[in-house]
């Protein structure tokens, strides 16, 4: 069974950092990209940035400039997105996805992804 799991997330306040971590799991090939997006109620699911299997990384949005990044541990079969400076703006839920082709797609439209995680909770708060 296909399985992406997020963790990680949670309050925390402005400034402040997290690191979410997306593990898959009962993938036959790990010749896969992910993608990091994340959603606020009421508005289009956004694309934060994709990484290949080898660590390519492809960004989506301005807001990885400087203060997010995508990085793998392929032993872990896991992606991290580690986020710093947090704003109240980057409250959101954050999903992981995998797209079955070998190469980031080269846009963050949803329908590239194949598979999705159920998405965790960031809330950047004082």
């Known amino acids: 069974q296909l399985q992406l799991v997020e963790s990680g997330g949670g309050l925390v306040q402005p400034g402040g950092s997290l690191r979410l971590s997306c593990v898959a799991s009962?993938?036959?090939?790990?010749?896969?990209?992910t993608g990091w997006f994340r959603q606020v109620p009421g508005k289009e699911r956004e694309g934060l940035s994709c990484?290949?299997?080898?660590?390519?990384?492809?960004d989506y949005a301005d807001s990885m400039k400087g203060r997010f990044s995508i990085s793998r541990d392929n032993a872990k079969n896991t992606v991290y997105l580690q986020m710093n400076s947090l704003k109240p703006e980057d409250t959101a839920v954050y999903y992981c996805?995998?797209?079955?082709?070998?190469?980031?797609?080269?846009?963050?439209?949803?329908?590239?992804?194949?598979?999705w995680g159920q998405g965790t909770q960031v809330t950047v708060s004082s």
């Open positions: 990484i290949t299997h080898w660590g390519e990384s492809t």
């Open positions: 996805a995998v797209s079955l082709t070998t190469l980031c797609p080269p846009s963050a439209y949803i329908y590239e992804y194949d598979y």
């Open positions: 009962g993938f036959t090939s790990t010749n896969y990209a």
